[in-house]
């Protein structure tokens, strides 16, 4: 105990002393640390203390690495040696967001709406990915699975249904966080979803065949289109916005006695009448650019698109922008049945991965070889902030050697127009969301972004390239994990 009180001392004095820091809390491996500057961290001496593992910023967190188990009694005693009090993740979050600039703030806004479903949206992608084995032909026999054992069929079927379930309810996923997200009763943001996907309406992609057969409200005179929105992310964001400041705001203006018959039927109904009259239309034209202008790109140049937008994908992360093409992912599938831009985005992960990889062969530092081991797996797991915060972006020879490996990675990938059924776990498992067909080119895509950020770690590493070793965090946001 004696020496985890001193490395704990060592701790406060290495990041400014206790008058620098303003909130703290903890994750399962993780400090998290809301500083007045960040610029006043000696990281080279906070790293030299043996509990500490490394070190990172996001969101206007300093984080910590300690490890699970330890990390409880680090922040016990934490809390003792500087008297902070005990504070939840989202008080700690909500502090460290006034440190963010403006578009900061809209993507953390973004990251904080999608990352609470994403559990649902991966779990749907695994399970997809096993009805693809299951149901496509050539993987274990020249037929389907299922016509060569068709005892497996109801299990098949269960599966299928389990597994897009949240996709074909979607919008109600993404109205629950983003209504909670904007200070709303999420119960309402799922009221909203099914709202947007009630069977009475007509799917936009029946009504994008067949536009005459589809029914409207005459509402005196004003003809509405009776649409629905099935798999759409950018409608429910807007709609779920409305939805809750409409709720505030009349919760502040009718007596308490009477808001629990009049706010919810109120706040719906003009929420529902907005979105149906000018939100959905014009965020569906919306959403078809966005969707229609990405393939677009590909198909004037799918190996220049895919290389630049593979290579880009980490330094995304390092400013959290990547959290935008998480909507832009679902929205695809929901539009078009499937993804192009996530199968590319996997092989950052597995170059972030290979790169950390080879630098624990390099690095001659036991602590540091540890370090860059555990964030190897885990980045090919899909957390890549370990590999890219904890080595590869501090020696920054191995950053790019992974951001090269995975841009040619990616213009193969783009180069077959791979598509993705879902989003899935990034990394060595992503290949389960990927349709079978593409599976040959996938591997050989994966195997080079693995094999050439290794190859270009190792070659920078013998060439003495004049790269210095970066001692001060990131300071910007990136995608969380705890």
Known sequence: ???????????????????????????????????????????????SIDIVKGSFSANGQFQVIIGPGLI???????????????????????????????????????????????PAIVASGLLMGVNNILSNPGIFYEQPFLEVHPGWAGIANMINLIANTSFAFLPALVGWSAVKKFGGNPLLGIVL???????????????????EEVSYWNLFGWKVAQIGYQGQVIPVLFSSFILAKTEIFLTKKIPDMLQMILVSPITLLFTGFITFTIIGPITMILSNIITDSILK????????????????????????????????????????GYATLW?????ASLAQGAAALMMFFIIKNKKEKGVALTASISAWLGITEPAIFGINLRYKYPFLAAMVGAGVAGAITASADVKATSIGISGLPAPLSIMPNYWMIYFISMALSISITMGLTYLFSIKNLSFKKIDSPSKEPLRQTN
């Not at 060592?10 to 909130?23: C, R």
């Open 1 to 47: 105990m004696s020496n985890l009180k001193k490395d704990v001392t060592k701790i406060i004095h290495a990041v400014g002393g206790n008058d620098n820091i303003s909130a703290v809390t903890h994750c399962v491996t993780r400090l998290r640390l809301v500083l007045e500057d960040e610029n006043v961290i000696n990281i080279p001496e906070l790293e």
């Open 72 to 118: 409880t009694k680090v922040y016990d005693e934490f809390l003792t040696q500087t008297n902070q009090r005990i504070l939840s993740k989202q008080e700690v979050k909500e502090q460290a967001s006034e440190k963010l600039n403006i578009f900061q703030k809209l993507i953390k806004y973004l990251g904080d709406i999608f990352i609470p479903i994403l």
């Open 193 to 211: 979803g099914l709202i947007l996907i009630n069977p009475q309406l007509m799917p936009g992609a029946q009504y994008a065949r067949t536009p």
């Open 297 to 336: 790109l590909f198909e004037i140049s799918p190996i220049l698109a895919g290389g630049v937008f593979g290579s880009l994908v980490s330094p995304l992360v390092v400013t959290g922008m990547h959290h935008l093409f998480l909507g832009v992912n679902l929205q695809m599938i929901g539009s078009l």
């Open 343 to 347: 199968p590319i985005q996997v092989m």
